[in-house]
């Protein structure tokens, strides 16, 4: 049991580092099952297809975001607009370390996938599209106390929070254009800015 379960989480891994460094539709199931060190009937033994895999890589990515990054970010230990400001920090450091043990910055796991197969394939963009709800509810949560406490005028925190997220997807599009991780940590920097700003209208 042990080594049937070793064998698809080698899958899932081979499937992830390759498809977040290229793309969903570069990566063929001989590529994965080579770099898994898998034979393509232990491949199809676990996943149906492709696109089953890449649910798997989703959800495996969604989890180290949300207890690597996010459920970091946003602990009670401070302040809840200064979460915000360590969420773009530790964003900032995972991309920085993938530059230097890579030599690029890959972007966003989810907008890739989701800005490649959104329009071919409605399963992936419900499950990016998921994703990307439950990691605004964080920013939600932290705008709705920075409310509470007086430090923002009353807000649509909601919409606030997905504004915020969106900027964040708009960042790492813009790091990942450029090859450049200290972009994410300058323009992280104006996120909370362009909040503020907004209130203050």
Request: proline share 3%.
């Amino acid at each position: 049991m042990q080594a049937s379960h070793d064998t698809r989480q080698r899958i899932i891994n081979a499937a992830q580092e390759l498809i977040y460094a290229s793309s969903y539709n570069e990566v063929g199931v001989q590529e994965i099952c080579d770099h898994a060190r898998v034979k393509k009937g232990s491949f199809y033994h676990f996943f149906p297809s492709k696109r089953d895999l890449a649910l798997a890589v989703l959800e495996q990515s969604h989890t180290f975001m949300r207890d690597e990054i996010i459920n970091k970010s946003f602990h009670d230990d401070i302040p809840p607009l200064a979460r915000i400001e360590r969420f773009f920090t530790l964003l900032y450091e995972f991309h920085k370390d993938s530059r230097e043990n890579t030599g690029s910055v890959f972007g966003c796991p989810f907008g890739n996938l989701g800005g490649e197969m959104s329009t071919q394939d409605e399963d992936i963009r419900n499950k990016v599209d998921s994703i990307f709800t439950a990691s605004e509810k964080p920013f939600e949560k932290a705008l709705a106390e920075a409310v509470e406490r007086g430090d923002l005028q009353a807000i649509d925190t909601a919409a606030t929070a997905k504004a915020i997220f969106a900027y964040t997807e708009g960042i790492m599009l813009y790091a990942k254009t450029s090859n450049n991780p200290e972009l994410i940590r300058e323009l992280g920097k104006h996120a909370l800015q362009l909040t503020v700003a907004v209130n203050m209208q």
